[in-house]
């Protein structure tokens, strides 16, 4: 079925690991975007991408590193994991952010991943 | 810098109405909108303003207002299954268009 995918559902790591979180669309969406949930903040942009090839930091991006080579794919990689990162990471696509204008946008989120750092 | 102030929680009965405001301070806006999520769940969308005035869709309504940097969530005629949390977020321009969310509004509708 067509959709957002996020592998893994939940993951275990330690201090100092890298791990790299999966995203995956099939709506061939340009824009792609990696949250981060945690209790009293809301959702809060780590990074986006508006194309392959192109992103961009949102508002917590220290300890990540995304990429894009393909437009349905856009991996979320914690270089060396702390145990601040422990969380509910959710990826979401858009087909397109308004520029002006009323236009019916929305972000399709994926089941999200919840990840402990020990 | 971007700030969303919404309410923490709110509590209502079944069948009532309940309105869950949003303010914001951004620059470059575009446009409001409100998303939600029950608990375990990923957040889904509700609604979209980018004009003032109101949005209708079904039970839930959606106003904005850009000259007081102000919105709200109408939901009407409460369920249960109403109960979950509210997100605004704010679609703001700046290199590329992102969208910014607020810390959530805890809805719990009772009997």
């Known amino acids: 079925d067509a959709g957002i995918t996020q592998s893994p559902r939940y993951k275990i790591t330690e201090t100092g690991r890298q791990v790299t979180l999966m995203c995956h669309q099939t709506w061939s969406h340009s824009y792609m975007f990696w949250y981060r949930q945690d209790l009293g903040h809301g959702l809060r942009l780590i990074y986006y991408?508006?194309?392959?090839?192109?992103?961009d930091k949102g508002e917590v991006p220290d300890g990540y590193v995304v990429s894009r080579s393909k437009t349905e794919n856009f991996p979320l990689t914690l270089e060396s994991a702390t145990r601040s990162q422990t969380s509910v990471y959710f990826c979401?696509?858009?087909?397109?952010?308004?520029?002006?204008?009323?236009?019916?946008?929305?972000?399709?989120f994926g089941s999200g991943t919840q990840l402990s750092v020990l | 810098g971007q700030s969303l102030e919404q309410p923490s929680e709110v509590t209502a009965v079944e069948g009532a109405i309940v309105q869950i405001n949003c303010t914001y301070q951004t620059s470059g806006f575009y446009g409001l909108s409100w998303y939600q999520q029950h608990d375990g769940g990923a957040p889904t969308f509700l609604s979209y303003n980018a004009l003032d005035g109101l949005e209708e869709t079904g039970r839930f309504s959606s106003f904005l207002s850009r000259s007081d940097s102000y919105g709200y969530l109408l939901l009407q005629e409460l369920q249960m299954k109403d109960s979950a949390s509210y997100f605004c977020?704010?679609?703001?321009?700046?290199?590329?268009?992102?969208?910014?969310f607020g810390a959530g509004t805890r809805l719990a509708v009772h009997p």
């Open positions: 979401a696509s858009s087909e397109a952010l308004p520029t002006a204008g009323q236009l019916n946008e929305k972000l399709f």
């Open positions: 991408s508006a194309a392959a090839d192109i992103t």
């Open positions: 977020a704010v679609t703001i321009s700046g290199g590329y268009n992102k969208l910014i």
